[in-house]
């Protein structure tokens, strides 16, 4: 191949453990590889980000990516780092959640594409449907042992003395079934390797195990192949959980957080993360990086590493023109006057102003006109008194849409930003909102 892939990946700090061979095999021959998502959601959130550009990484270094949506193994729970068991998901709430999940991949990858290596988009509930419980146990569950199983990781923390939560059998099973899924897919599409987070080691191996003791031969009479490599599990430099923000999960539908959070949550990040996820979340080129990550330490002030993260993120997941709106609304805390509030829509405006106090008014007083004293006292209780609003606007303190102004200003409609609100401001960082109904 042109590319060496797992070369790419070391650099860019993505490969925890790979299995003898893996390298070889990549380097020899178009491979087909894939990755499982788990649907616990409707849809992804950042932590997913990282087993979706492993699968572009691999398509663009000439092999064929499979992504699995795992309809079957989602109605029992991976156990992999977790301290108790899941909660089942109903059938109805599966399928909506496979759904959602299927609509967000196939945004990073072209599953329609005619290429030789185009990417597969695959259910494991499609074949494991109807296989019937003994069939499962004499087929597949005759191959591994007990004690096999018992050795993985996720199960001996859970039997652990400090645990002392135990697991079902329905958990202790998905290993297997999982496994089975590299098998399936290894006789389907001759796939060789299977790719997920290090957490998913144990189940990864417990894969190649099964594909190795179903399918005993090969043509040429050698055992049949199977691959495993891992990449690290995404931290942040201060031990707190990364894909986190004030509000919750960072997810990578627009619905779920919008492109000015997304874009928000990769400029925040410190010098220390970003340096590390520049080179995990973006396809930049290593001298690129490297050229940024000097410049950066010359002038951290600048947050150079910051903004071409935040930049290259949000255009992968969202689009160029929502990042351009993203940098824009941005801009506007710091800049900008009325003109550039009105042209963001209501939801970044609101987004941008988040958690600001509001008062709603009469939007028949904003028609006929509503004096400025009135609109930062009496009307909204912004400030405590007309006093206080006559002081504060001869200090020239007081904006209306990041516009200054006098005693002597009315609002009217044509403050109104999306036909609703109004924002008053006094000083620089005290901000409220009025919002007219």
């Not at 001869?394 to 200054?404: F, G, L, P």
């Amino acid at each position: 191949m042109t590319v060496n892939l797992v070369e790419e990946l070391k650099w860019r700090g993505m490969v925890h453990d790979i299995m003898p061979g893996t390298e070889e095999q990549l380097n020899k021959e178009m491979t087909t590889a894939y990755i499982g998502f788990d649907p616990t959601s409707d849809s992804l959130h950042i932590g997913s980000l990282v087993p979706i550009i492993l699968l572009v990484h691999l398509q663009k270094a000439g092999h064929r990516p499979i992504a699995l949506v795992g309809g079957a193994t989602g109605m029992i729970g991976d156990p992999s780092g977790k301290s108790d068991e899941r909660n089942l998901l109903d059938e109805e709430t599966l399928a909506k959640n496979v759904a959602g999940i299927r609509s967000v991949l196939s945004r990073f990858l072209d599953f329609d594409s005619k290429e030789e290596n185009a990417p597969i988009l695959v259910n494991n509930y499609d074949w494991m449907k109807d296989f019937s419980f003994i069939d499962f146990a004499r087929d597949v569950g005759k191959r591994i042992t007990v004690n096999y199983m018992m050795a993985k990781d996720s199960v001996k923390k859970r039997f652990s003395a400090d645990s002392g939560v135990g697991m079902s059998f329905t958990e202790f099973t998905y290993q297997l079934i999982q496994g089975y899924d590299f098998y399936h897919l290894n006789m389907q599409y001759g796939c060789l390797l299977q790719m997920g987070g290090s957490d998913q080691w144990g189940n990864i191996t417990t894969g190649t195990e099964l594909v190795r003791r179903m399918n005993v031969t090969q043509s040429d009479g050698e055992p049949a192949k199977a691959y495993a490599m891992t990449c690290p599990l995404i931290t942040k430099a201060d031990g707190s959980k990364f894909g986190k923000s004030e509000g919750g999960n960072v997810w990578l539908d627009a619905d779920k957080t919008s492109p000015y959070k997304f874009y928000q949550f990769w400029l925040n990040t410190t010098d220390q993360d970003a340096e590390k996820y520049i080179k995990i979340f973006t396809f930049l080129g290593k001298n690129e990086i490297d050229q940024l990550i000097a410049q950066h330490k010359e002038a951290p002030h600048m947050r150079l590493l910051q903004k071409k993260l935040a930049e290259q993120v949000t255009v992968f997941v969202h689009s160029q023109q929502e990042y351009e709106n993203a940098v824009k609304a941005s801009n506007i805390l710091f800049s900008g006057g009325a003109e550039d509030l009105k042209q963001l829509n209501e939801a970044t405006f609101l987004d941008v102003f988040e958690g600001v106090s509001q008062a709603e008014i009469k939007r028949s007083d904003i028609v006929d006109g509503l004096d400025i004293i009135a609109a930062l006292s009496s009307a909204s209780n912004f400030l405590k008194s007309n006093g206080e609003a006559r002081r504060a606007l001869k200090e020239n303190s007081i904006a209306v849409n990041k516009d200054k102004v006098t005693e002597s200003y009315v609002v009217t409609q044509k403050d109104l930003i999306n036909d609703k609100f109004v924002l008053l401001q006094r000083g620089k960082k005290n901000y409220f909102m009025i919002k007219a109904i």
